[in-house]
Each structure stands twice: as C-alpha cells, then as structure tokens.
C-alpha cells in the first residue's frame, strides 16, 4: 500500500539530514507506527508521502501512485492529519467538515457512515468556531475532516503529542474501530507506550531506522537478560548502579532501574545485591523482566551512537 | 521543616467558569513534586498562581515564603519556571542566553562567569558554547533552559511538561539533572503527560475539573487504588473528567 525505497531529505542545502535513506513497506489494512522522538525525521517522512515535500532521493509510492509523478491521484486518495491544528479556525465545525467534503467531490452524508462514531462527539458543537474547541474535540474534528473522503490511507502525524494519558487511550480506541473498516493509518508518535497498539512498527531516530517488525518481535530479538531494580532512594540507586563495572545499560522505568549486565552467562545478582547493602540502600528487591519496546529503543540507540 | 509552597483552598474563576478549585496542599524543600492532570483539569492556571503572574480569586498561598496576592515580584526572583514551549532565545548563542538569563536574575559578572563555565561543562556544550541555540538537538535546548532556570539557585523550580517528545534516552538525562537540584535542595514541581515520570516523584497530586482529587507518594496512591502503575491510577482518575481543555 505504501513503499519507501532509500528515501532521503535534507534541509538547508544539504547541510542537515532529516531522512536517511528510509526503506519500509504499509501492508493493506495495516496499522504501522512510526515511533520516535522529536527530529527523528517522522514529520519529512510525512510530508513526501503525502506529496508536500519532494524526496532530495530515493523513491515512494503510495497506494500504487508515485510520490512525485502522480501527485494529483495521492492528494485525492489519502487522508493527512499534520501535528499542528491545521483546520480554519474562523468556521463552524460543521463548515470545516463541509468544505473538506466539498473539495473531495463528496458530500458529509455520502460518508457519514465512515466518521459517525468520530463525529457525534463533537456534532453537539457544530455550530461552534473550530478555533475555540477544546484540545481533544479539534483532534477529532481534525480526524472527521481527513476522513470525509474516504481515503484509502490515512496518515496521523502524531496525533497524541501533548495528549493526556486518558484522552490518548480513546484516541487509539477510534484507529482500532477505523481498522476494522478496512483502511490502512500510518500514524506517528513519540511515545513508547503506544507502539504495542501497532501491527508493525518502525523504530526511527536521526533520519535512520533502528527497527522495523511487530512489536512482539522486536521484544523478543532483545539479546540481553533484563532485570528490575528497586531502592528506598532511586536517585542514590542510580549513581551506584552507574559506578559498578559489571553493569551495562542502567535506565530508570517507573519505581525501578532497569539493567543488564556485561557478563550474561553468569550469575550476577546476588554479588550486586551485596554491593548494593555494604553502599546502605534499604529495601532492595530485584527481579528479571521482559523488555518493554522502549527498553528496545534506548539498546538500539546508544548502540547507533557508540 | 518549613513548607516552601503552602496553598489553602486556593481558588480561580473566570467568570462563572472556576478553573481552580479550592486547591490545598504544601510541599517541602528539596521535595520533587508532580502536578498531573487531564487536559484542562487546570494544572496550568493554578501553576501561573504559585509563579505570580495571576492573581487568585480566593484561598491563599504562599510560595518560597512570599504571599501569591502581595509579593509577586519577590515570588518571581526567588523562583525558576521552564516550559516546553518558551524556553530559550534561538537566535543567542549557548553562553548569551545563559548570560541573559543570569543578568535578568541579577547574578554579579563574576558569578556568572564561574557558572557559564560550570554548566557548559556539566552539560558537556564545550563546542557548542559559541553556536546559536536553534542549531541544538531539541534534548539538548531542554538540558539547557532547566540548567538556566535554575542558573541563580532558587527555591523552587516550576517545569512544565519539560520532557515532551524527548528521546528515551535524553529524557531519563532530564531526570538526572532533575535529581542533582532537588539533593542540592532545590524544589521541583513538574508537571507531565508521561506516567513512568509520576513515579520518580517524592509525591504526586493529580487534578480533576478543577480540583486535587489524590495526593500522595506513588506507593500510596497505587495502594490506595489498587493499580500496578501510575498510568492505572491516573486513568481511574481522570477518565471521571467532565471538561477537557
């Protein structure tokens, strides 16, 4: 449905280097996430593929039509969320749906069916300027408005991004239901926790992919054992985590540190549990434990930059 | 100990609409405080209160000692604030907005001298001390606006929502750094979307419509609400919510 092959960009005549050469395929009917932090290159990777930016190399396609060749047939079949609320804010809700349609060739009943569970939510408000929704009711606004087409694709450029944890669980709800009728989101994020919502994910970071599978696979190619540790004083914790030698990576999750250590073969906590009493900590409790997908992300980007 | 934020049913209506109500609570010195909330559970306005730069309705509050209604402008010396959004001046190199910021703060030339070169190295910017701030990596700028907000050591340090879309790597960098002030006795108050954050706090209070629905250690409150996480508690809180943003 989309294809990347070595696609690059770079800004500032050449000077920085947003995307590196990116390949990775969307399967029809697929939910893939692009996953990342900020400047990792997701919104250029947008950008091309919805035909605002052209590629400084390399090639794509979208649902069959190249990027830049065929801009016209993508701009008519895709849906495009961009990050920043892009919506007239000086018209009614309602007219900021209509004129989506309108453009489209279409009309909100022709459609209805498609946004309806989006769209109630905020029909109450219809009459309202988009400029002074709340956060949450422009998102779905935003939402209805690429979805008034029926696109084949839908792309979300981080959709979540200043979210409350509340409102990002029902914002996923609305994909997962979006899904099931068949269309295809390429949907990006800067946070972690969402990546085992997706089918497949790329792991993105400097322009470069880290990683692209199921989340579930990306867990399991974990090649280190994980364990969890706890303390009275996580920050005393940590700088004595740090100074032990035989300790690899050492990154805070939550109430407990997560580590690996340098030797796997052998067994090591029992001689860090004891290091850690002779240094005073009180209430140790250690325990192995699977990798999250940002367990993941951190190996594969401190390896990218040793 | 001497509380260094005492709020008592403090309070913020606009009109009819009361975005803060009636909030009381008091944190310690060198305590990391996290301030959560929904989207409009009004974390934001009651945060302009305790900095200053918004009188109360009611209720009353002190912060660093001084009175939110009468002592603004003392609150503001005797505290840092950074947000994701303002921080730095893109256009002024490293060492001109640590020089700007240290000025506004009243910090002698010798004094800013020493700790320009303190920071640089602590923040390891030595090749970047000459560039302007809009060429750094996003990380970095957030690195640097906490280190500047707390360049003349005040009482507390305000941070709101500091490690928005940060790598994983850089953001547990933040929270080092976060650490190091509030053991040198630095308050923290911080707010955050990320939940894992919640846990690294001494102490958490979360808002709903207006008001402090839960308060306590991170232990507590999972306790309290039998969750395994902050993110279940939060939810459990929050998802009750009438208003958003």
């Known amino acids: 449905m989309v294809t990347l092959d070595k696609l690059s960009k770079t800004y500032n005549k050449g000077s920085v280097l947003a995307v590196d050469k990116v390949s990775f395929e969307v399967n029809k009917g697929e939910l893939f996430g692009l996953i990342g932090p900020d400047g990792a290159g997701k919104t250029s990777i947008f950008r091309m593929l919805t035909t605002l930016l052209l590629p400084d190399e390399g090639s794509a396609t979208v649902d069959g039509f190249d990027i830049v060749k065929d801009y016209k047939s993508i701009r008519n079949t895709v849906g495009y969320m961009p990050g920043r609320f892009s919506l007239y804010q000086d018209l009614s809700v309602e007219e900021n749906l209509n004129f989506f349609a309108t453009i489209f060739n279409t009309t909100i009943e022709e459609n209805y069916d498609l946004i309806k569970d989006i769209y109630v939510q905020i029909e109450p408000f219809k009459d309202r300027k988009a400029g002074k929704l709340s956060g949450g009711m422009k998102q779905k606004l935003a939402l209805s408005c690429a979805l008034i087409h029926r696109p084949t694709i839908l792309f979300l450029d981080e959709p979540t991004t200043g979210v409350d944890a509340v409102s990002r669980k029902e914002f996923w709800e609305m994909l997962k239901r979006l899904k099931t009728q068949g269309i295809t989101i390429l949907v990006s994020t800067p946070y972690m926790d969402e990546a085992t919502l997706c089918d497949r994910i790329a792991l993105i970071q400097s322009g470069k992919i880290l990683s692209i599978d199921t989340p579930q696979n990306i867990v399991d190619a974990y090649p280190d054992k994980l364990f969890a540790i706890k303390a009275e004083s996580i920050y005393y914790l940590l700088n004595d985590l740090r100074a032990y030698t035989k300790v690899k990576g050492c990154f805070t999750f939550g109430e407990f540190v997560h580590i690996s250590f340098k030797d796997k073969s052998a067994t090591n906590e029992p001689e860090l549990l004891a290091y850690l009493k002779e240094k005073g900590h009180k209430n140790i409790e250690i325990k192995a434990v699977t990798p999250g997908i940002e367990d993941c992300f951190i190996r594969l980007m401190t390896e990218e930059t040793n | ?245």
């Open chain 2, 1 to 245: 100990m001497q509380a260094v934020i005492k709020a008592d049913k403090l309070s913020k209506h606009f009109g009819h609409f009361t975005a803060v109500n009636k909030i009381s609570f008091e944190v310690a010195p060198g305590e990391i405080f996290g301030f959560l909330g929904a989207n409009g559970a009004g974390k934001t306005t009651a945060m302009r209160m305790l900095c200053g730069l918004s009188i109360p309705t009611s209720g009353t509050a002190t912060v660093a000692g001084f009175d939110v209604y009468k002592q603004t402008e003392e609150i503001k010396r005797n505290i840092g604030y950074m947000s994701q959004k303002f921080s730095l001046y893109e256009d002024l190199t490293v060492l001109e907005n640590i020089r700007f910021y240290g000025g506004i703060y009243g910090l002698s030339d010798r004094d800013l001298q020493q700790k320009s070169e303190a920071l640089i190295t602590r923040l390891n910017l030595q090749n970047e001390a000459k560039k302007l701030v809009g060429s750094l990596p996003l990380g970095w700028k957030q690195k640097l606006s906490f280190s500047v907000a707390v360049l003349h050591e005040p009482k507390i340090v305000f941070l709101d929502e500091p490690t928005g879309g940060v790598d994983p790597v850089t953001r547990r960098q933040f929270w080092d750094l976060i650490y190091e002030v509030a053991d040198r006795g630095i308050t923290v108050f911080v707010t955050t979307h990320y939940m894992d954050e919640a846990e690294y706090c001494n102490r958490v209070s979360i808002m709903v419509d207006g008001s402090i629905e839960a308060l306590d250690t991170p232990p507590k409150l999972k306790q309290q609400f039998s969750a395994n996480s902050m993110d279940e508690v939060f939810y459990e809180l929050a998802r009750g919510a009438k208003r958003s943003e």
